[in-house]
């Protein structure tokens, strides 16, 4: 049996009752599903209509799904994409690339909430599985994992919730492993615009498979692990490669960490570290130096440019923006003009980054960082830290809620957090009528 | 690598892109040479006869009546269809049914098949843009250039890690003929191509070889990908300018690319290199029909076994396929060998799930043995040796160093018509007819009444 087959099967004993999600896996799935709403929509009240819905592009057809901005009705996968792009600018998504394509397939199968939280959970474990045995190869090629991998992810719970038999499910992720989009890591670290599609392009791509699915338009059950397949080429290994055993390790939803500053994760240890030494006059700052784990310090060395979403990706940057700017997390600081401040730029310049062997011993990624902080005055300012709300100390429910009541405030009375299992998503989108103001 | 950038340092200037876009919008049909401006319709010609062979052969039917049924904006044509869908989707069910067939045309310098990617995303959004005929010649050609120059650099690497090649470059054709012919400025078709270049999919040969349907998508989905990035770029998106100049983290960086200083620029006679395909087969079959087709007519009965040396790539291709199902079947130099003996031909019939659950058919692959040529290793050489043992003892052999209608023996025009006529059925007249007037057509029309009509 094929990998994908066997992940099928494994899938289709969640609806037959073989898998029970439990409440606490089900409870995690509406953290992420309310984070990534929110999200979006505020990343659609704050940069307004993303281009891909534009006319030439974002367009009515049948199935259709809803646009959590403007809450019109378009064809399911551009609704998908469109969802997952609004907020992408924001770089605050966290959890399994799914939740854009669930909540647009949840819709055409008219599933419950209920339906929608066990699929979140399901494609959280195959995110896990998948993340494990090729994250690394992704990141080494210089690729997006979030894009490679979340385009077969999304296809997963699209294909549940339309309840595919196994093998058409295993088919639609087959097809999404084999169109799953390029996507290197350069439109992040050079600042280009497209990067900002590259979570929704798998979104679309993920509905699409899982549609076509439908009608005979498959792919190959070993798409993954054939001797032609998608591992072999990012693993380097032609001939083929035995995955890992698929044995799901508990729920991963229930560790997944949410992104507390709107920013590349590398980012985040630094900006905690930093946090923990302020308050900090920034024009007293002779210089910063932040010691991090090694791939914190190559996105930050890749990155280019003074674009808002190469800044992003860079420590430098976001340390600088964070102490002249002051709130990183709660006011959009990642602004053109803020980036080309003298205060911003110069700061930038006086901050290095250096890998720390110490959190990369025996192959490791542990993701900290340590800040140095040197004073004019000639003090220093020193702290440690891992990424806040990383799994060590995850962000709690009120703290997630209160997330979404502001990044949502003022939107509309949608709320996903407090709607019964039971309840038709179809039903609970129906809150998003309301338009957004302002 | 990348050299690290101090916070405020300029952008550098990215040449391939840049170059390809220049060179996509400065191109005139004045200034192309006779022998391409002679070529371009015939390829289109040859595109469209396999895309009516598809849509005669019932190609994916089930997910073209589901495209159709997603309804939308009424803007292109679906070949053979009375339908008008959306643009991109209309190139997403073309390149997909005309692909299906497997006998598009290929340019073996980037092993880009530019008709069936390039073709119906120019097409789409030529419909959409209500351009004339002239104009979509010239995108076309341009389609092809682009493809080819965004290629070569990374081809090596697509073929290291076992990517279908066309899959993932025929992405920056579409992208290219897509801007063109809707008379998007130089920035915007740059635009196009970036984002044409990070869309593309990855592809692993794994769908043709174990003859999964999305393998046509293969085709269908860079079509989709091209007009779906020239539209995001109209509306301001664009991917990083110098994504070929990435190593750390940009196209090079899984493709294991040539250095970008040491890749040609742009050729306006990169039609002229497009190799087309006498067979329904995937090409590393074709050395091995060449050589076949010499020895033939033979009677049946009398042959016992069947041995094919040919290059490495064939051979380990044909290992892998699953000569059970159609689309695999096309990779596996025993079934088209043995569909060459049944059939005296190898086209799109030998090739239906009817023809491979044949057991005479079976039965005879696997009287074919596939062994590597040592002498077409190093350097490669895509020909074959076949040898016929029959049971009256006599071998009878044959040798070809190339493929019937490549570069050695490149196919008439009379040759290509013939097997338009062959594939298209009976609708082809007019379609040819509108193909041959097409340079001098103000729009679009007579090609898709005639189109239409074939349904």
């Known amino acids: ?438 | 690598m990348d050299q690290p950038i101090q916070p405020g340092s300029p952008r550098r200037v990215t040449p391939l892109i840049s170059a390809v876009a220049a060179h996509v919008s400065a191109l005139s049909w004045e200034r192309l040479s006779g022998a391409v401006r002679h070529r371009a319709p015939l390829v289109v010609l040859d595109l469209l006869g396999c895309a009516m062979a598809g849509r005669r052969l019932g190609a994916h039917d089930a997910w073209v009546q589901s495209m159709v049924a997603v309804g939308g904006a009424e803007q292109s044509t679906v070949w053979g269809t009375d339908a008008r869908l959306p643009a991109a989707h209309a190139a997403l069910v073309n390149g997909a049914v005309a692909h299906h067939v497997e006998m598009d045309d290929g340019n073996p310098r980037a092993s880009v098949h530019g008709a069936v990617t390039v073709i119906p995303a120019t097409l789409a959004a030529a419909e959409l843009a209500g351009a004339d005929g002239r104009a979509v010649l010239e995108a076309i050609v341009a389609g092809y250039d682009a493809a080819v120059a965004c290629g070569r650099p990374v081809v090596r690497g697509m073929t290291a890690h076992r990517l279908h090649e066309p899959s993932m470059v025929g992405c920056l054709g579409a992208a290219a003929g897509a801007a063109r012919v809707a008379g998007a400025a130089t920035p915007i078709i740059g635009a196009s191509l970036s984002l044409a270049a990070i869309s593309m999919p990855l592809g692993p040969f794994e769908a043709f070889t174990r003859g999964a349907p999305v393998k046509d998508l293969y085709a269908g989905w860079p079509a989709f990908v091209g007009v779906t990035s020239a539209a995001l770029a109209r509306a301001g998106l664009a991917g990083p300018v110098d994504v070929f100049e990435s190593p750390a983290d940009g196209v090079g960086s899984f493709l294991l690319h040539a250095p970008v200083d040491e890749v040609e620029r742009p050729d306006p006679a990169e039609l002229l290199h497009v190799q087309f395909k006498a067979y329904a087969t995937c090409r590393s079959v074709q050395p091995a029909l060449t050589a076949l087709e010499q020895l033939l007519p033979i009677d049946l009965e009398t042959v016992e076994s069947i041995v094919v040396d040919t290059y490495p790539f064939a051979v380990e291709l044909s290992r892998d396929s699953d000569c059970t199902t159609p689309i695999g079947a096309k990779t596996s130099v025993p079934y088209a060998v043995a569909s060459c003996l049944l059939d005296g031909e190898v086209g799109p019939a030998s090739f239906t799930a009817a023809a491979v659950a044949q057991a005479q058919r079976q039965a005879m692959a696997r009287r074919v043995t596939v062994r590597v040529a040592a002498d077409m290793v190093d350097p490669i050489v895509r020909g074959a040796r076949v040898e016929i043992r029959l049971s009256t003892g006599e071998r009878r052999r044959a040798r070809v160093r190339s493929t019937r209608w490549t570069d050695a023996a490149p196919a008439t025009e009379e040759e290509l018509r013939e097997k338009f006529r062959r594939l298209s059925g009976p609708a082809g007249a007019a379609i040819e007819r509108a193909v041959d007037d097409l340079i001098d057509a103000p729009n679009l029309s007579a090609l898709l009444a005639a189109l239409r009509a074939s349904n």
């Open chain 1, 1 to 438: 049996m094929s990998l994908l087959h066997e992940i099928a099967d494994w899938m289709h004993c969640a609806r037959s009752g073989g898998v029970a999600v439990p409440p606490s896996a089900r409870h995690a799935s509406r953290r992420v599903l309310l984070d990534q709403v929110g999200i979006a929509r505020a990343g659609a009240a704050r940069f307004g209509p993303h281009p891909v819905r534009d006319d030439r592009v974002f367009l009515a057809g049948e199935p259709p799904a809803t646009d959590w901005h403007a809450g019109r009705k378009v064809y399911a996968p551009y609704a998908a994409l469109a969802n997952r792009c609004a907020g992408d600018q924001l770089e605050l998504t966290a959890g399994p690339e799914c939740v854009a394509a669930a909540v647009a397939a949840a819709e055409i199968g008219d599933a419950t909430v209920g339906d929608l939280l066990r699929a979140v959970a399901l494609g959280a474990s195959l995110d896990d599985y998948l993340r494990g045995w090729l994250g690394e190869a992704v990141e080494r090629h210089g690729l997006h994992p979030p894009a490679v991998i979340g385009t077969v992810v999304a296809a997963a719970v699209s294909g549940w919730l339309l309840e595919l038999d196994p093998v058409r499910l295993a088919g639609a992720m087959a097809s999404a492993a084999c169109l799953t989009p390029h996507s290197p890591y350069s439109a992040f670290s050079h600042g280009a615009s497209g990067k900002t599609i590259y979570g929704g392009w798998s979104q679309m791509l993920g509905v699409s498979c899982a549609l076509w699915a439908r009608h005979g338009m498959v792919g190959p059950g070993s798409a993954l692990e054939g001797s032609r397949g998608l591992a072999q080429a990012l693993l380097d290994a032609p001939g083929g490669v035995a995955p890992p055993p698929f044995r799901p390790d508990g729920w991963p939803v229930e560790r997944v960490a949410f992104k507390y500053f709107p920013c590349n994760r590398a980012c985040h240890p630094a900006l905690s570290a930093l946090d923990a030494v302020r308050p900090i006059d920034p024009a007293a700052v002779e210089s910063i130096q932040v010691r991090t784990y090694a791939l914190a310090v190559e996105l930050d060395r890749r990155s280019r440019g003074r674009s808002a979403i190469a800044a992003q990706m860079s420590l430098r940057w976001s340390l600088a923006l964070a102490l002249v700017h002051g709130d990183l997390a709660n006011d959009w600081a990642y602004r053109e003009e803020v980036l080309g401040s003298t205060a911003v730029r110069d700061l930038a310049a006086r901050i290095t980054v250096e890998p720390e062997p110490r959190y990369s011993a025996g192959g490791q990624r542990i993701r900290r960082a340590a800040v140095r902080v040197t004073l004019s005055d000639g003090r220093a300012l020193e702290a440690e830290s891992g990424a806040r709300w990383s799994t060590d100390a995850p962000a709690t429910d009120q703290e997630l809620r209160e997330r979404f009541a502001r990044l949502t405030r003022g939107l509309s009375t949608f709320d996903p957090w407090s709607s019964p299992e039971t309840q038709p998503v179809r039903t609970l989108l129906g809150q998003l009528g309301e338009r957004p103001r302002g």
